[in-house]
């Protein structure tokens, strides 16, 4: 458990990582700031709590901030549909240090060199497209995981993730700590979910339903037969592996329904919709009262 681990801070900044040793003073991290924590989403869904986010595709810290402190579980920063940057990660990951909400990124693709670079920078979890088959879902855990277990380049003695070297634990914790989702968004991803479920390191499986529907031929039919099927059979699948099930609101289902059905990580609305939504309301509002003749 976390609070078992004991926290090393050294006395300077080193390329590379230092070895603990009788000299090194040993300190908590409640006696000094740290930006490495326990994965407060993970610990909920551990304890048997869905958790609920939302997505956010503008890279601004401001956008980040506001999203956690509003008391979002997740904030999940979308490089995969958007133009945020690796860059434009670290200002949102630093804000959402000041806050309880855990911040993950979905991958633009399966990309180990990406996933690097995205953990190096402090991101708790990530979130990994198009998974569809147990190979791709050995891939996107290798590419989170150190050797031996994976194939992560070693630079943890400098990342901002491991708080540039002043928290040596990190090499032996960040493998529980990071929440990884895999996206079930093809037939061949719903037929491959048992062998994806299986993949030690797979936290849980995501169905993405509008890239699901296209890869049945029937994009955004939600009420066709077959995309229900489809889309229910691969919730259950889920559930019945074992792993957690996420998903943004589909077939007509609020996020409070999804989970009533079994949905441990609903990613809800995205600041863009969100901010969309309450504009034109506000607009449709105003013109109500002065559009309307003789006012």
């Avoid at 380049?153 to 708080?163: K, L, T």
């Avoid at 996206?183 to 037929?191: D, H, L, M, S, Y």
């Avoid at 889920?238 to 609903?266: F, H, N, Q, Y």
Wanted: proline share 8%.
């Amino acid at each position: 458990m976390w609070s078992e681990l004991s926290w090393v801070r050294v006395p300077s900044v080193a390329p590379f990582p230092l070895p603990p040793s009788s000299d090194t003073p040993v300190s908590t991290a409640s006696e000094e700031a740290a930006l490495y924590r326990p994965n407060a989403a993970k610990r909920k869904l551990r304890a048997g709590e869905p958790v609920y986010g939302c997505w956010q595709g503008i890279g601004h810290s401001l956008i980040s901030e506001l999203l956690g402190l509003a008391g979002y579980d997740i904030v999940l920063l979308d490089h995969e549909h958007g133009p945020a940057s690796v860059a434009d990660a670290v200002p949102c990951l630093q804000a959402l240090a000041g806050t309880p909400a855990t911040g993950i990124v979905r991958m633009p693709w399966n990309d180990p060199v990406y996933v690097k670079r995205i953990l190096d920078i402090g991101a708790e979890g990530v979130m990994v497209p198009q998974v569809g088959s147990k190979a791709e879902a050995e891939a996107a855990v290798a590419a989170c995981r150190y050797p031996p277990a994976g194939i992560r380049g070693v630079a943890y003695g400098i990342a901002r993730g491991a708080d540039f070297g002043l928290a040596p634990d990190y090499q032996q914790t960040i493998s529980d700590n990071l929440l990884i989702l895999c996206q079930i968004e093809t037939r061949q991803g719903v037929e491959a979910i048992p062998d994806i479920a299986a993949v030690d390191g797979v936290d849980g499986l995501f169905i993405g339903p509008w890239d699901l529907s296209g890869s049945l031929g029937k994009l955004g039919r939600f009420d066709d037969p077959e995309v229900r099927d489809t889309i229910r059979r691969a919730e259950r699948a889920i559930i019945d592996s074992g792993k957690w099930l996420g998903s943004l609101p589909s077939l007509g289902r609020s996020s409070a329904e999804m989970v009533k059905d079994g949905c441990r990580i609903v990613i809800g609305p995205a600041e863009i919709t969100l901010l969309r939504d309450a504009a034109r309301a506000d607009l449709a509002a105003f013109k109500e009262v002065v559009g309307k003749p003789g006012r």
